[in-house]
């Protein structure tokens, strides 16, 4: 088991990059401590194999250090680096029985046999798979198999970590939620460091006990689920995470006071402040449609918007709204009264953020 820092990394698949678009992993530093459950979340495209390949050694970085425990690994080649990865598609040897399968990777490093069948015995008890141990893989289901070859990730208990990529893609939907639980468990049973590739919030959250975000090949922010839902870092991670995504509107200042477009909007004097200091075009409040605050008369603070649409999600609703020249949605819950026609809204200021050029910028308080 190890930590593992990327220190200074970069990796470009053209021989002569330019621009940062040249780039499927744009300088970074980063760091999975040793012992975590992580999810790598990203839309397709972002640069998560990239990253997992240049962690397990299939890649060699254009530039940067990889750090095992602080040693520098960029020259060993995967089969010295002690990773074990799991890919979105079964690998498994289809003539040999389940238990074969399992016991493969220790019998490769000469592991005694008595410990194989400890080690065998006890990953497929995580796995339930202890009644197939005798079939041949050729006969498992797409399930059957990528349950195997996780085994064949989890069975050596002196990897440094295992990266899973995409694990669950050929796992049938029922199983999925099942499967995500039981390699949380087998995380705190083995206490490996794993990390785990989707982009899916969902399983990401499930799973993880930190999320890295990755955004055009770049980590954007790393904290909790909760971390990534109450303070997005990037108008992306505001936008991926959560069902619907953050609300983005464009602001600057008009005569000292906080406009979108034409529209005021009453928000604190700090937020006015921190926008007074802010030099670039790209200015942003973003606010969650959890945190808006929707009432059906006018109190003090409140902005009026027009109800566009209503969307019923049974426990909650989604309110579609227009304000001067915006569009917004806001979220309430079944037991608050749905206003008509107009809604009177306040942004409470604990749940707004500034994002310039994209990030979040702190507000002084
Ligand atoms: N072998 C390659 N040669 C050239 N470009 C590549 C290669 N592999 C990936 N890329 C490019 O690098 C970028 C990052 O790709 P990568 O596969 O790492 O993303 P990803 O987040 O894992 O996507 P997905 O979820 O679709 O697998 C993309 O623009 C991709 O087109």
Known sequence: MAEIALKSLAHSYLSNPESPGDYAI???????????????????GCGKST???????????????????????NALPPELRNIAQVFQFPVVYDTMTVYDNLAFP?????????????????????????????????????????KVSMGRGLVRDDVSAILFDEPLTVIDPHL???????????????EITMVYVTHDQLEASTFADKIAVMYEGQVVQFGTPRELFEAPNHTFVGYFIGSPGMNFLEVSLR????????????????????LGEIRSTNVKLGIRPEFIEVHDAHVEGSMVADIIHAQDLGTYSILYLRLGDTTLKARIEEEQPTPSGKAYLRFPGKWIGLYVDEFRVEIAS
Request: hydrophobic share 35%; no cysteine; proline share 3%.
């Open 51 to 73: 990253l997992l390949n240049i962690i397990s050694g299939l890649l060699e970085p254009s530039s940067g250090d990889v750090l095992f425990d602080g040693e520098r690994v």
């Open 255 to 274: 005569d000292g006071h906080v406009v979108s477009g034409t529209t005021e909007l009453a928000v604190g004097r700090e937020f006015a402040d921190a």
């Open 176 to 190: 999925k939620w099942k499967l995500r639980r039981k390699l949380k468990e087998i995380h705190q049973r083995f």
């Open 106 to 146: 220790l019998r490769n490093v000469k592991t005694p046999e008595d410990r194989v069948h400890e080690r065998v015995m006890e990953v497929a008890d995580a796995l339930e798979l202890t009644s197939q141990l005798k079939r041949k893989a050729k006969n498992l289901t797409a399930d059957e198999k990528q």
């Open 26 to 44: 744009r300088e970074m530093n980063h760091v999975w401590q040793q012992g975590g459950a992580y999810a790598l979340l990203g839309p397709s």
